[in-house]
């Protein structure tokens, strides 16, 4: 046990972002993910699909 929380689930609301900055933020923000979190990205579109 590392004394870390386990499973903390951090959600990331990509509305709230200018656009003229939000893909960095984002990618930024998947890059810091650390083993035993998680990242929830609410976005306004779906990039699958746009």
Known sequence: M???PRGLNIVL??????H???H???F???DAVVP???RNV???H?????
């Open 2 to 4: 590392t004394g870390r």
């Open 13 to 18: 609301d990509a509305r709230t972002i200018p």
């Open 20 to 22: 003229a900055i939000r």
């Open 24 to 26: 960095a933020d984002v």
């Open 28 to 30: 930024g923000a998947i």
């Open 36 to 38: 035993g979190f998680a």
């Open 42 to 44: 609410i976005e306004p």
């Open 46 to 50: 779906d990039p699958v699909t746009s």
